[in-house]
């Protein structure tokens, strides 16, 4: 199972300045995905990471507000740009397991703006 | 679009005893993956159990095993000899299995307290 390195576990930023979050994973992985956790809510798909190409947005998600890299097939880092309060929220990247189809995630960032 | 629902907002238990979690989903698909997630307040997300749909037969592992209905699109969670590191909420997931959709669709979580 691959494992995956998230940081930070947590942040507190003012409004108005950018949050860039990171994922290592420890092999090589095609996709990797970012989730937003609103306070006491189910997971939400942001974005999807694909290396060599540009990110695939979930409606209502935008690339100018949550950029998203992917330079090889271990990592991808998700900004959280302009920050107001509404972006406090848990989030998380998560890859596809091989061959039994499930997920692993990272062990998520908390975002709180003030 | 797929969706998941989960009716119980909230659950309790009693230490030791049997607790089973609804879930339901919609989908034009006949071939896809259902997954229940576990997120205790460490929030980190601990894959619980998976269920293949072409499979008839229920998945089991350990004390976890589901009810899986494919024409009632019903995936129901049961957890036998509940024990206090159970406590968590819990998701329920859907995902295609056609190549290019392998996005994982949540419900909205059913927060599971264990009574001593």
């Known amino acids: 199972s691959a494992v995956i390195s998230q940081k930070p576990s947590r942040d507190i930023c003012q409004r108005g300045t950018s949050l860039t979050i990171q994922c290592q994973v420890d092999?090589?992985?095609?996709?990797m995905f970012w989730y937003r956790q609103q306070p006491g809510q189910s997971l939400t798909l942001i974005a999807t990471?694909?290396?060599?190409?540009?990110?695939?947005?979930e409606s209502g998600f935008v690339i100018d507000k949550f950029p998203i890299s992917r330079p090889n097939l271990t990592f991808s880092t998700l900004t959280v740009s302009n920050m107001s309060p509404e972006d406090s929220s848990i989030y998380l990247c998560?890859?596809?397991?091989?061959?039994?189809?499930?997920?692993?995630f990272g062990s998520g960032t908390r975002l709180t703006v003030v | 679009a797929q969706t998941v629902t989960q009716s119980q907002p909230e659950m309790s238990v009693q230490e030791a005893e049997t607790v089973t979690l609804s879930c339901t989903y919609d989908?034009?698909?006949?071939?896809?993956?259902l997954f229940w997630y576990k997120q205790p307040p460490s929030r980190q997300m601990i894959l619980v159990i998976r269920?293949?749909?072409?499979?008839?037969q229920n998945a089991t592992e350990n004390r976890f095993s589901v009810n899986f209905q494919k024409a009632a699109k019903s995936f129901s969670l049961k957890i036998s000899d509940s024990q206090l590191g159970d406590a968590a909420m819990y998701f329920c997931?859907?995902?295609?299995?056609?190549?290019?959709?392998?996005?994982?669709?949540f419900g909205t979580g059913t927060r599971l307290t264990i009574i001593p």
């Open positions: 998560s890859v596809p397991l091989q061959y039994n189809y499930g997920y692993t």
């Open positions: 092999s090589q992985v095609t996709m």
């Open positions: 990471a694909n290396q060599g190409s540009e990110a695939t947005y």
């Open positions: 989908t034009s698909e006949s071939d896809y993956y």
């Open positions: 269920q293949e749909a072409y499979k008839q």
């Open positions: 997931a859907y995902r295609s299995a056609s190549f290019g959709n392998e996005k994982l669709t």
